[in-house]
Nanobody, 122 residues
Framework: QVQLVESGGGLVQAGGSLRLSCAAF????????MGWFRQAPGKERDFVAA????????NYVDSVKGRFTISRDNAKNTVYLQMNSLKPEDTAVYYC???????????????WGQGTQVTVSS
């Protein structure tokens, strides 16, 4: 059974940084692309970033380019999202996901974590 467990969320002031982690269990993690999505209250779940299995191809939504960095450590079965220069509009529940191909579409990911709350105060 595949399980994804996020951690690292919290409350931070605008301009601050957080590093999210997502540990994967029950799957040969290193074979699959991984993605991060976020969902703000009353809004749909939106794509944030994705990384291919080798870690040499990444995609980002325009609003986080230059501020967020996705990376992975296949030996540790973990994917990371380094978030710098955080803004109040980054406030959301952040989810990691595992799929069969690198995608920005949530419906193309098969496995999801439980989410971790990120709150950015102004």
């Amino acid at each position: 059974q595949v399980q994804l467990v996020e951690s690292g969320g919290g409350l931070v002031q605008a301009g601050g940084s957080l590093r999210l982690s997502c540990a994967a269990f029950g799957r040969t993690f290193s074979y699959y692309p991984m993605g991060w999505f976020r969902q703000a209250p009353g809004k749909e779940r939106d794509f944030v970033a994705a990384i291919n299995w080798r870690g040499d191809i990444t995609n980002y939504v325009d609003s986080v380019k230059g501020r967020f960095t996705i990376s992975r450590d296949n030996a540790k079965n973990t994917v990371y999202l380094q978030m710098n220069s955080l803004k109040p509009e980054d406030t959301a529940v952040y989810y990691c996901a595992s799929g069969d191909k690198l995608s920005m579409k949530s419906e193309e990911y098969d496995y999801w974590g439980q989410g971790t709350q990120v709150t950015v105060s102004s």
